[in-house]
């Protein structure tokens, strides 16, 4: 092969993998945020079941003392039928004492429904708990695998930047300025094998002067379809008539 063009592929694959690299690098910090969102909406999810908690032994301490509430009342009814000595108003406190009963046995009923919602709602907030730490932990490992990923890119980043230039040094730079145009304009690769007589970046079909100029091992043959540059190896399969 020709020595320029072994030399622009190798400028091709290191070009290539820059840009691989770069595309890894900048997926970082998406990545990244989306660690820290998830770990986030796991404490959140914690947090709010402590509160859903708080607000139900909240509310069983206001059922403890709604009953408090009905037992003084119950009470101060019985003093008052002790000290009362007409029939009527006897009964009528008798009635009242009757009905406080009925609610603080009514509010005792809502208070074991509320303890067994309590009871059951724990293992809850141990669940969302362990969740939240598993994710928090997550976070942790997946930012510090982050930063160290990040840094290895940057470094091998350097290194293609140094190989490049003493690769650019070397080089023909018409060729290189066709290269680098190539590369502008074109997605892909741009230095292309000949593949059974077609140009292997745009499949066009290949003229025969160009074909015996790339089997040749001249300097810069281009496909003239697409401009790309255009190499001819050994193991590339030429259709028969092209063959020499
Ligand atoms: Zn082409």
Do not use: W
């Not at 008798?94 to 009905?99: F, L, Q, S, T, V």
């Not at 969302?128 to 890119?153: C, M, P």
């Not at 300025?177 to 292309?192: D, F, I, N």
């Amino acid at each position: 092969m020709n020595e320029n063009i072994r030399q622009v592929l190798i400028l091709q694959d290191r070009d290539m993998k820059f840009s691989r690299l770069e595309e890894e690098l900048e997926s970082l910090d998406p990545e990244r945020q989306s660690a820290k969102r998830d770990s986030l909406k796991r404490q959140q999810i914690y947090e709010e079941a402590k509160q859903n908690l708080v607000k139900l032994e909240v509310r069983r301490k206001d059922l403890d003392n709604d009953v408090e509430t009905k037992k003084t009342q119950i009470n101060k009814y019985a003093q008052q039928q002790l000290e009362t000595r007409k029939n009527e108003e006897y009964t009528a406190l008798g009635r009242e004492i009757d009905h406080a009963k009925e609610a603080i046995s009514k509010i005792e009923d809502e208070e074991l429904e509320l303890l067994e919602e309590i009871d059951s709602y724990k293992p809850k907030i141990e669940e969302a708990k362990g969740i939240a730490e598993e994710a928090k932990a997550h976070e942790v490992a997946t930012l510090a695998d982050f930063d160290e990923r990040e840094k290895n890119i940057e470094k091998e980043l350097e290194v293609l930047e140094d190989e490049r230039a003493s690769l650019i040094e070397k080089l023909d730079s018409k060729l290189v300025r066709h290269y680098e145009r190539l590369l502008e304009t074109k997605s892909g690769k741009v230095v292309v094998g000949v593949d059974h007589g077609n140009c292997s970046g745009c499949h066009m079909k290949l003229q025969a002067q160009t074909l015996v100029d790339a089997k040749s091992g001249r300097d810069m043959v281009t496909c003239t379809n697409c401009g790309r540059l255009l190499y001819y190896t050994r193991e590339m399969i030429m259709p028969d008539e092209l063959a020499d």
